[in-house]
């Protein structure tokens, strides 16, 4: 079993950065992949960024290319994204995910553990 707990998120203007942090606990973090979805009000959640477990391969979903960054701390158990040049389509809540594998990919199916998710609001 997986517990994940999101913070950092909040209300920003456009333009603006956030940090969204996942804290992960009860298994080898550092033995799987982690994702970050997200599902704004009325759409299906989305697949927004992947890391594997060592951090050495990532990926992200076109509309946040360039603008967002995932990381992770394995020594933490944690899994970040930052999120810069925010603009108000990014609004929606954010989900991390854990994978079932060492490297993850963009399919919402892979992932078997996830958090409660963290609202982030973009004004304009």
């Known amino acids: 079993q997986v517990q994940l707990v999101e913070s950092g998120g909040g209300l920003v203007q456009a333009g603006g950065s956030l940090r969204l942090s996942c804290a992960a606990s009860g298994r080898t973090f550092s033995s799987y992949a982690m994702g970050w979805f997200r599902q704004a009000p009325g759409e299906e959640r989305e697949f927004v960024a992947r890391?594997?477990?060592?951090?050495?391969?990532?990926s992200y979903t076109y509309s946040v290319k360039g603008r967002f960054t995932i990381s992770r701390d394995n020594a933490k158990n944690t899994v970040y994204l930052q999120m810069n040049s925010l603009k108000p389509e990014d609004t929606a809540v954010y989900y991390c995910?854990?994978?079932?594998?060492?490297?993850?990919?963009?399919?919402?199916?892979?992932?078997?553990?996830w958090g409660k998710g963290a609202q982030v609001t973009v004004s304009s």
């Open positions: 890391i594997s477990w060592s951090g050495g391969s990532t």
């Open positions: 995910a854990a994978a079932d594998d060492a490297y993850g990919s963009s399919w919402q199916g892979g992932y078997y553990y």
